[in-house]
């Protein structure tokens, strides 16, 4: 700690500013940018003071209490229903945010930059807090977790670590979409679920109501099941909530003397110093440091460097024992040594390995190109730390003709893409270009091969025989919103090309709209949309639903003759026109005017079906032309118009890489 006091009031690096426990918290959650000496003296200067505080009385109270009095839970909702907040009324009242309220005076479970800015979570998080029943103390490890849809992935994940959830449904709005796929993940799990009522102290709210949609939508509800009515902004409700948790929710089920250790990797960061950092549940047996463990996937032998729970700071213990939730180092720098939804099991005692996760579908993919080429390296290794954190991006390697080499990477969503751009941009200092999401198409040919496509590169590989076709994933939207809104939310489907598959009552204030919809359209504009026409009040939720035939075009944009690979898309025929001709329009505004003239056309196949000319930039021959008879000027405008000819044969307009990313929005 000297070493700090004494660098302090010349450096400004968070080492300085925030001491060893601040630092700490910031190497958790994000790349921290340390100076050289800071970084030093944390490596290898004060090896004491580079562990996180323990604090002994958390640790050692936690480390006497049994399975039975352990409680594992998840808070789901639709976005924005009050899941962080009333994470941080339960920390409070446990008291486990004393000092972690005063830096971070909201949603404190919500730790990346991203999410503070954009007020949603992206990531789920894990607390364990002690709460007392009886005058006996009990372990709970909550877990926050995402709302949006493109963040589900996060919830089953959390959920599988889990034996019970709190479902929270915002008393003003009722159940949403994203409500009803929740309850389905947790039933799907087998978790006891408790319903919520959040935000009772604001005047719109209307429990009753909501509480007979719980009821009626999820069959929840009745003697010993009623839902609960809490605020998470006054607290009112918190303490019986937690009550409630420890009555409903069945301890882990959990064997620590008996069986070998065992535990599920669920969650995993990077750590710029201490390396590859997992969270996991232990199902059975124990584990302390100094032991070998390896993963049920990876084979790698490690040693457990350090571990602890997240009280809900990282706390350092000596062991971490069966139904418990905490995290482990083992010095791994590779990110390719830990898979998610692996199992750890210890060295010399193999187990079986635990069913893991479903494999992930990407929805869309997008290419992600350094803004120099020189940045590759750089971008390869931020990528490869990032999608540890984030383990529902998959990740091949592209290359462009324009942009260079770079990544093509597959999400779950738009939102999804944008904030793994932003995460990369925010904790790893990387420019970054990205193109415009593309969705995975399938071709199948004339006997029944099928080829898939995904990017706009891939369609010029395909053998276009005549009985070649095209098929567009297509998925069952579930729309809920206010009665007034149904008109524009049906014509907005239908511009989509929707179909409508259910149209239903909700109560007697809003309805629910289903639609089957082409995947690539939802990767389009269609989200913004929705809440544009309905003052934000829509709701959406959407599964797989298959794939159907789709009548779709690559549409190429040529700058003078020469296509530029990464502005090409593939794109319903319909709507090529328009689309061409809007990116062309774009790229005129964009362009800078060269000494010739500039064509930009939009081309599908060999048929020109956009067209737009930046006029050539005139130097003004005749500047130095003082007086003069006119065939004289005449003469020297002649050769001007002649140079400009033969640069515009040879000279090749090159796209600057600061155009892209506005022309690829
Ligand atoms: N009045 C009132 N406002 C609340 C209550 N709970 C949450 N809010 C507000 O509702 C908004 C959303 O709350 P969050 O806790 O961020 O919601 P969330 O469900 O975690 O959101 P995502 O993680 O993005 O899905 C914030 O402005 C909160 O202050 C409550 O009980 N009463």
Same mark, same amino acid.
């Given at each position: ?8 009031? $010349? ?28 970084? !030093? ?26 399975? !039975? ?11 924005? %229903? ?6 941080? $009324? ?14 971070? #005076?909201?949603?404190?479970? +919500? ?35 995402? =709302? ?32 009803? #796929? ?46 609960? &009515?809490?605020?998470?902004?006054? =607290? ?33 960061? %990077? ?44 706390? &350092? ?113 990387? !420019? ?6 593309? /969705? ?14 995904? #990017? ?37 489907? %239908?511009?989509? *090309?929707? %179909?409508?598959?259910?149209? !239903? ?22 989200? +913004? ?14 599964? +797989? ?20 690979? #990464? ?5 319903? *025929? ?84 600061? /155009? ?6």
């Amino acid at each position: 700690m000297a070493v700090f006091a004494r660098l302090a009031p $010349r450096c400004a690096c968070p080492g300085a500013r925030e001491g060893i426990g601040g630092l700490w918290r910031s190497f958790v959650s994000s790349a921290s940018g340390l100076c050289a000496r800071h970084y !030093s003296a944390f490596e290898g200067g004060d090896t004491a003071a580079a562990q996180p505080p323990v604090e002994t009385d958390v640790a050692n109270l936690i480390s006497t209490i049994p399975p !039975s009095r352990i409680r594992n839970f998840s808070i789901v909702a639709h976005i924005d %229903h009050g899941k962080s907040t009333l994470a941080d $009324r339960i920390l409070e009242h446990t008291g486990a945010l004393k000092e972690a309220l005063d830096k971070a #005076s909201s949603q404190y479970l +919500d730790k990346l930059k991203v999410e503070k800015e954009r007020g949603i979570t992206v990531k789920a998080q894990t607390a364990s807090i002690v709460h007392h029943v009886g005058g006996l103390p009990y372990l709970l490890n909550l877990v926050d977790t995402p =709302g949006h849809v493109d963040f589900t992935y996060e919830v089953s994940r959390s959920l599988s670590a889990c034996e019970g959830c709190l479902l929270l449904v915002d008393a003003t709005q009722g159940i949403q979409a994203q409500t009803v #796929s929740n309850c389905l993940l947790a039933l799907e799990e087998n978790l006891e679920i408790i319903s919520v009522v959040n935000k009772i102290d604001m005047p719109a709210a209307n429990p009753e109501e909501v509480t007979k949609q719980i009821e009626d939508v999820f069959g929840l509800g009745g003697e010993g099941d009623a839902a609960l &009515r809490v605020s998470a902004k006054t =607290g009112q409700g918190v303490p019986e909530l937690l009550d409630a948790v420890v009555h409903r929710i069945a301890p882990p089920e959990t064997d620590r003397e008996e069986r070998p250790f065992k535990a599920l990797i669920f969650d995993a960061h %990077h750590d710029q110093f201490r390396g590859v950092v997992c969270l996991c549940r232990v199902i059975d047996g124990k584990i302390s440091r100094g032991d070998k463990i390896a993963s049920c996937g990876t084979k790698t032998e490690l040693e457990v460097l350090e571990l602890g729970l997240m009280c809900p700071e990282p706390t &350092r213990t000596d062991k971490l024992e069966g139904g418990q939730i905490g995290y482990l180092v083992t010095g791994m720098k590779k990110t390719a040594d830990i898979r998610i939804g692996d199992t750890l099991h210890k060295a010399d005692q193999p187990v079986e390995a635990l069913a893991g996760f479903k494999p992930i579908k990407s929805m869309c993919f997008g290419g992600i190109f350094p803004s120099s080429t020189d940045e590759y390296e750089s971008l390869k290794k931020a990528i490869e730390k990032l999608t540890l954190n984030d383990s529902s991006v998959v990740v091949h390697r592209e290359s462009s003709q324009a942009l260079g080499p770079g990544f093509r990477c597959g999400f779950l969503g738009l939102l999804h893409m944008e904030v793994f751009l932003q995460r990369l941009e925010e904790e790893f200092a990387q !420019s970054v270009i990205a193109t415009k999401p593309f /969705v995975p198409l399938k071709v199948i040919d004339g006997e029944m091969r099928e080829k898939e496509i995904l #990017s706009p590169g891939d369609w010029d590989e395909v053998d276009w025989g005549r009985s070649t076709r095209v098929m567009e994933p297509i998925v069952l939207a579930t729309i809920v919103c206010p009665n007034e809104f149904t008109g524009k939310v049906i014509q907005l489907c %239908h511009d989509h *090309r929707g %179909h409508q598959v259910d149209h !239903s009552a909700l109560g007697s204030q809003r309805v629910m709209l289903r639609y089957n919809l082409p995947l690539p359209e939802l990767a389009g504009d269609f989200y +913004d949309s929705l809440k544009g026409c309905t003052s934000g009040y829509a709701t959406l939720e959407y599964e +797989d639903a298959g794939h159907q035939d789709a009548d779709l075009v690559k549409l190429d944009i040529r700058v003078n003759g020469e296509t530029v690979d #990464s502005l090409s898309q593939v794109v319903p *025929r319909v709507n090529s026109y328009k689309t061409g001709k809007s990116v062309v329009s774009k790229m005129k505004n964009l362009l800078d005017r060269q000494v010739f003239e500039v064509a930009l056309q939009a081309v599908i196949g060999n048929k020109i079906i956009a067209r737009e000319t930046i006029s050539a930039m005139r130097k003004n021959v005749l500047a130095k032309c003082y007086g003069g008879d006119v065939s004289r000027k005449k003469k020297l405008l002649a050769k001007q118009k002649e140079g400009k000819k033969r640069l515009k044969r040879l000279g090749s307009v090159s796209v600057p890489v600061d /155009v892209f990313p506005a022309l690829l929005k």
